[in-house]
């Protein structure tokens, strides 16, 4: 009787001991993590994230580094996204400047040649270099200033270019003259119109290149025909801008 209570009391005691076992192991199964590799990525992960939390929170709260990243961004658009435009406008801009700079001064340029002539010697017939006739003369400046071959004599000079009247008269006109006593009304002398009823011309009378006054020598005033005008108008800046992108599209 005693072996058999001592036998069943043993039993229990294994049956006790065995039911703490498995419930110990039981609960470091449910501590211990099965794959301990994905723990550490979730680990490294959570890691990141909480650094780049820290680093967006202090680029927000400081000023300074805001302010250089607003100056390099935009150096980078000016510098990088629009540098194709600027070139554009670069262009635009040189062409506006050299082609208004070519055609405005075109009549300067004709009066400062033409002026470097005075005092040469009137010769009928003469197209230069020491001498001229009146036709020799505005034929030879126009030539070297605008690189217009006008005719050789000034009656057919009288035919080229646009018909201007004595009050449109502009710096660089062409001005014609019937100078006979019959008074026929066909051209025959030719001379340069420059400014204020100035005018310059190789002269028969006075028998070199010279300027005359219209109000001061009413003579040419009262034998004036008619003007020609051989230099095209100015045209606006608009117009040059418009003309340049019509020809790079």
Same mark, same amino acid.
């Given at each position: 009787m005693n072996l058999i209570k001592n036998t069943?009391?043993?039993?229990?005691?294994?049956?006790?001991?065995?039911?703490?076992?498995? /419930?110990?192991?039981?609960?470091?199964?449910? *501590? =211990?993590?099965?794959?301990?590799?994905?723990?550490?990525? @979730?680990?490294? $992960?959570?890691?990141?994230?909480?650094?780049? /939390?820290?680093?967006?929170?202090?680029?927000? *709260? =400081?000023?300074?580094?805001?302010?250089?990243?607003?100056? @390099?961004?935009? $150096?980078?658009s000016f510098t990088v996204s629009k540098s194709k435009d600027i070139k554009k406008l670069v262009k635009k801009s040189d062409f506006k400047k050299k082609t208004l700079k070519k055609i405005v001064n075109t009549d300067t340029k004709v009066e400062k040649y033409a002026k470097k002539f005075l005092g040469y010697k009137y010769v009928w017939g003469a197209t230069g270099p020491k001498s001229f006739d009146c036709s020799g003369f505005t034929q030879k400046v126009y030539k070297q200033c605008t690189g217009i071959v006008i005719p050789r004599v000034s009656r057919n000079q009288a035919k080229v270019g646009k018909y201007i009247k004595y009050s449109e008269l502009k710096k660089g006109d062409m001005v014609f003259f019937d100078t006979t006593k019959e008074r026929l009304g066909k051209v025959n002398h030719v001379g340069i119109y420059l400014s204020n009823g100035d005018f310059i011309h190789a002269s028969s009378g006075g028998k070199r290149v010279m300027i005359t006054n219209f109000n001061k020598k009413r003579f040419y005033k009262n034998r004036f025909l008619w003007g020609r005008r051989i230099i095209k108008e100015h045209p606006t800046v608009a117009t040059l801008i418009e003309k340049k992108s019509r020809e790079e599209s």
């Amino acid at each position: 009787m005693n072996l058999i209570k001592n036998t069943l009391l043993s039993v229990l005691l294994l049956q006790l001991l065995a039911f703490s076992y498995i /419930k110990l192991f039981h609960q470091e199964t449910k *501590t =211990t993590p099965a794959n301990p590799h994905r723990i550490e990525r @979730v680990a490294s $992960k959570v890691k990141k994230n909480r650094t780049k /939390k820290t680093y967006i929170a202090t680029k927000v *709260t =400081t000023k300074k580094p805001i302010k250089k990243v607003i100056k @390099v961004s935009e $150096k980078k658009s000016f510098t990088v996204s629009k540098s194709k435009d600027i070139k554009k406008l670069v262009k635009k801009s040189d062409f506006k400047k050299k082609t208004l700079k070519k055609i405005v001064n075109t009549d300067t340029k004709v009066e400062k040649y033409a002026k470097k002539f005075l005092g040469y010697k009137y010769v009928w017939g003469a197209t230069g270099p020491k001498s001229f006739d009146c036709s020799g003369f505005t034929q030879k400046v126009y030539k070297q200033c605008t690189g217009i071959v006008i005719p050789r004599v000034s009656r057919n000079q009288a035919k080229v270019g646009k018909y201007i009247k004595y009050s449109e008269l502009k710096k660089g006109d062409m001005v014609f003259f019937d100078t006979t006593k019959e008074r026929l009304g066909k051209v025959n002398h030719v001379g340069i119109y420059l400014s204020n009823g100035d005018f310059i011309h190789a002269s028969s009378g006075g028998k070199r290149v010279m300027i005359t006054n219209f109000n001061k020598k009413r003579f040419y005033k009262n034998r004036f025909l008619w003007g020609r005008r051989i230099i095209k108008e100015h045209p606006t800046v608009a117009t040059l801008i418009e003309k340049k992108s019509r020809e790079e599209s």
